[in-house]
């Protein structure tokens, strides 16, 4: 079957920085997406990396191996606002999204 | 504001209650989605729709009817629901449906059901 792993939650404090894994077992892949949702607001798209390495956005980064079947998303300089659900998703072989059931980051001052 | 816009932001229905989900969208898009979201558990995708015409249901029971009149509009029509059917629906687009552009989502109905 295809899966997709990540942490349930994470706590981080202002001003530090916070990786966010995510693994996946899928058949095929063609891009791994990563959105922020936070509570009772749509998801909003952040990244989407279909080869090897870091791409890097400003205070977010995100990283992809293939051959690992491993991503994390990078949050420096965290601020309270990133206080959120972060939702990796990956494309399969088919082109279907196959979701994780996301992360829920808390930010303490 | 993302460009995709549900009514209602919030329903309670019986059921043996009929109701209608709305979603717009205001970014020229060709695709369009239906999501179940449930506490801590992955986005379920029930529709898609193409350039108007549906290419994907994904075993989603009939009580859940979809309607596309056109690329701008997304119904989900509820009928006879059951209480397991509570949850966030939560309604998408994208600039086409071949899945390797970024989704842009509406705030969801959270929709209750007694």
């Known amino acids: 079957g295809q899966n997709i792993d990540q942490p349930t939650e994470m706590t981080a404090t202002e001003g530090a920085i916070v990786q966010i894994n995510c693994t996946y077992q899928t058949s095929g892949f063609n891009g791994l997406f990563w959105y922020q949702q936070h509570a009772g607001e749509a998801p909003t798209f952040l990244s989407y990396?279909?080869l090897d390495g870091l791409e890097e956005k400003g205070r977010f980064s995100s990283f992809l191996s293939r051959s690992k079947g491993y991503s994390y998303l990078l949050l420096k300089e965290l601020q309270m606002k990133d206080s959120a659900s972060y939702l990796c998703?990956?494309?399969?072989?088919?082109?279907?999204?196959?979701w994780g059931a996301g992360t829920k980051l808390i930010i303490k001052p | 504001e993302t460009g995709v816009t549900q009514t209602p932001r919030h329903l309670v229905m019986g059921m043996t209650n009929k109701k209608s989900l709305k979603c717009e969208q205001h970014l020229g898009h060709n695709a369009m989605y239906w999501y179940k979201q449930s506490a801590k558990k992955p986005l379920e995708l029930m529709f898609v729709?193409?350039?108007?015409?549906?290419?994907e249901n994904n075993s989603v029971p009939s009580r859940f009817s979809p309607e596309c009149p056109n690329s701008s509009h997304l119904f989900l029509h509820l009928h006879t629901l059951q209480p397991e059917d509570s949850a966030l629906y939560l309604c998408a687009s994208s600039q086409d449906g071949t899945g390797n552009q970024p989704q842009h989502f509406g705030d969801g109905t959270r929709l209750s059901i007694l």
């Open positions: 729709y193409n350039f108007k015409e549906q290419t």
């Open positions: 998703a990956v494309l399969d072989s088919n082109y279907q999204l196959i």
């Open positions: 990396n279909v």
